[in-house]
Each structure stands twice: as C-alpha cells, then as structure tokens.
C-alpha cells in the first residue's frame, strides 16, 4: 500500500532564516505531487505541483520554492522565512482523480 | 472563476441528532466534487468523490449527495467520534487534473 510521510512534524524558526520541509511517497512509483498551504479558517492553497522528477508548477508568487530530486521525493524551500510563511504545510499525491494527503508540517514564524 | 463555498462554518450537535452540510460551488464544468475529513493538526482524509448530478455515496454514518449547484453531506446519528472540520473541493473540467479547489470547511462537534 501507498504511505505518505512528512518532516518535521512541527516547526518553529525565525524571520529571515531558512526552511526546508520534506515529503516522501511510498508503495508507488512517478506519482504526481503536491505543496499545500492551510491558513486558519481558509480553505488549502495549493503553492506548488510535480509531474516527474525536475518538473515544477508554481500556482501563488511567493518566497516559496520547490524541487523534485527523486521520483518519490518532494521538498518546499525558502530563503528567508516572512511572518506570513506561518501555517500548517501539506503534501499530496493523486493516484488517480482523488489526491491524498501526508499528516502536515505546522510552521510557526516568529 | 472557480469557487466554493461551504456553509454553515460551525456546527455544533447533540449525539444522534441528524443534519447536513452545505457545499456551494460555481466551475465552468464539473470534472469531480471532494469530500474530505480532516482532525485537527492532521492532514485530510479522501472520503467521497461525486461526478455528476443525483450521484449519492455512503459511508457509515455520511451520505453525500450531489446536484448542479452543490453537494450536500448528510450525517445521520452523529457520534462524538464524527466531530472534524469537513472540507469540499471541485475540479473544474477546463483546469488540469492537478488543480483542486478547496472550501473553507464546516467545523463540527458532537456533544455526548
């Protein structure tokens, strides 16, 4: 069966400093991936989706970048963290027509 | 623009008391309507996919129907255990099948 992991699980670092979440895949192989942003009391955001290993879509302009080194591996990056980077970061895959989430990242900017 | 909206923002019930949530979307063209549990501090969790209008999906307890204008989950018999915020989304048949548009979501508590 297919697993998605997430780490860290819980994340506190200050303005300007830098940032990098991880997500991995398992049980699959050249999944289609996604970064998501939560805000409280907003709907997801999606900032970023992978089709293959190096190929990146950005949705939102923001100091958020993303890379895809392996076919199962996802990452969400950032030079300098703002204020406003804060939320609860989620990855997903779709198998098919439905995606499905990993357990989050909480980032607190401070 | 593609848009969703779900109502009410809360809902609090008592154990066994039945009730809906409303999800309102506007796309050019339905591809697939979502639904998704999600506990606090955890990702969502898939539940239903709905394609077309009068399609109706069961899961224990929840029912989601759908029509042209929005989908509608049922829950019969709550129990604390369904307490979750629930979040609609859509795909929009004009967008790729990577874009997904998320409500805000129904907060819900069930009150033994």
């Known amino acids: 069966s297919q697993t998605i992991h997430q780490w860290p699980a819980t994340l506190v670092q200050p303005v300007g400093s830098p940032l990098s979440l991880e997500c991995t895949v398992e049980?699959?192989?050249?999944?289609?991936l996604y970064w998501y942003r939560q805000a409280a009391g907003r709907g997801l955001q999606l900032l970023f989706y992978?089709?293959?290993?190096?190929?990146i879509s950005s949705e939102v302009p923001q100091n958020l970048s993303a890379s895809r080194p392996q076919d199962r591996q996802f990452i969400l990056s950032s030079k300098k963290l703002l204020l406003s980077d804060s939320g609860f970061y989620l990855c997903a895959w779709r198998p098919g027509v439905e995606q499905y989430f990993g357990p989050g990242t909480r980032l607190t900017v401070t | 623009e593609d848009q969703v909206t779900q109502s009410p923002e809360a809902l609090r019930l008592q154990e066994g008391e039945s009730s809906s949530l409303n999800c309102s979307y506007t796309?050019?063209?339905?591809?697939?309507l979502f639904w998704y549990r999600q506990d606090p501090g955890k990702g969502p969790e898939f539940l239903f996919t709905l394609y077309s209008a009068g399609e109706e999906k069961e899961k224990e307890r929840l029912k989601a129907t759908l029509t042209k204008k929005e989908s509608f989950l049922h829950i019969t018999a709550p129990k604390p255990e369904d307490s979750a915020t629930y979040l609609c989304a859509v795909q929009d048949m004009k967008t790729s099948y990577d874009k997904v548009i998320f409500g805000p979501g129904t907060s819900l508590s069930v009150i033994p």
């Open positions: 992978s089709v293959g290993i190096g190929q």
């Open positions: 049980g699959t192989s050249n999944p289609n």
């Open positions: 796309v050019s063209g339905l591809r697939g």
